[in-house]
């Protein structure tokens, strides 16, 4: 195992996973030190799938005694390894949310039995985990993080189709660093949006560059049947909204299929990754230095947001490269609106 479980070297543990064919496999932590709540997620996630895979293969871990916050949060025992707590058991204090389990099914019972909308239960839950994240439940850090978790949730709840999903978060105020991770065994991006006639999920690459877009959905299309309405309608701008919230100073990574894809503020802006996984997996970190009031920039999002919907909704389809061009340009809307002129003139 690598020295650190942060984002690259945990993609880089993931894709080995999935060419193991041994009748004999043992993790060795010895020079494992710095773990990062995504790592912790998707290793533990594809360590439990391996098993699965190879249910008579041998499977025994050495070296991973002095991992002591891992074994905390619930990293060993997600996958099996009589080790530290399990998934959930930590109160989750201190600014950190353990590695958690959480069932879509309870959600929605939860909900009916609350005699609420499902929406309003993953808000409720979302509120609970940004208020452990920030040790309150007031100010920019929490409206941002119990924003940008309800969209997360919400995102796996209407649309992956999975039984269940897991979360993990941390939040370092000496660095001024929030790091969430969300991450689902479901049908993935590229068969949930496949219905959406109007663009081409011929590859994963393509369907999370859509994915990201403003009012892109697999659910509600023009030509669809699905009605709009209500607040917690689907509208297809999730993803795209918290995508830019992190870009402020942060950076958004999303991966799914044998595809990931960082996005940062810096120049190169994007960055894609090989990867072999099986649902969708997230990781958002945003810079508090960075935070400004969450409804003015919200607001500002919807307002781009809203004006590229409405220059692009008359086309029939846009093509993946165009739609990476505008996820690169940072969603400028000059960039957009040349980009849609061109589109048009072609059609």
């Not at 945990?10 to 496999?25: G, Y």
């Amino acid at each position: 195992m690598p020295s650190s479980l942060d984002l690259e070297t945990a993609l880089q543990v993931c894709l080995r996973l999935s060419t193991l064919e041994d009748d004999e496999i043992t993790f060795n932590f010895r020079n494992t030190g710095n773990v990062e709540p995504f790592g912790l997620l998707i290793v533990s996630s594809e360590i439990s799938r391996l098993k699965k895979r190879l249910p008579e293969a041998k499977l025994a871990c050495s070296n991973f005694d002095h991992m002591h916050y891992a074994g905390h949060m619930g990293f060993f025992k997600a996958f099996g390894l009589d080790h530290g707590k399990h998934p959930g058991e930590a109160y989750g204090s201190q600014n950190y949310v353990p590695l958690t389990i959480l069932n879509s099914a309870t959600l929605r019972d939860e909900a009916i039995k609350e005699g609420v909308e499902v929406g309003e239960r993953i808000e409720a839950e979302s509120k609970r985990l940004a208020s452990i994240l920030c040790n309150g439940n007031e100010g920019d850090l929490f409206d941002t993080l119990s924003y940008s978790i309800r969209e997360l949730m919400r995102n796996v709840i209407e649309h992956s189709m999975a039984k269940s999903f897991g979360f993990c978060a941390q939040y370092w105020p000496t660095k001024n660093r929030v790091e969430v991770a969300i991450l689902d065994r479901g049908i993935g991006l590229r068969q949930s949006l496949s219905s959406n006639p109007h663009i081409d999920t011929s590859t994963d690459k393509n369907a999370i560059n859509y994915a990201l877009m403003p009012a892109v959905s697999g659910k509600a299309f023009k030509g669809s049947r699905v009605k709009q309405k209500g607040h917690w309608a689907n509208s297809g701008f999730g993803l795209y909204m918290t995508s830019r919230i992190c870009r402020n100073g942060g950076n958004f990574f999303i991966t799914s299929g044998d595809t990931g894809l960082l996005i940062t503020d810096k120049a190169e802006g994007k960055q894609y990754f090989e990867n072999s996984f099986t649902g969708t997996a997230i990781r958002m970190v945003v810079k508090t230095k960075e935070l400004k009031n969450l409804n003015n920039s919200l607001e500002k999002y919807r307002r781009d947001g809203y004006e590229i919907q409405r220059q692009y909704q008359e086309i029939v389809n846009i093509d993946p490269s165009s739609a990476s061009l505008m996820l690169s340009e940072d969603f400028d809307v000059s960039i957009w609106t040349k980009l849609i002129t061109k589109l048009k003139l072609a059609k």
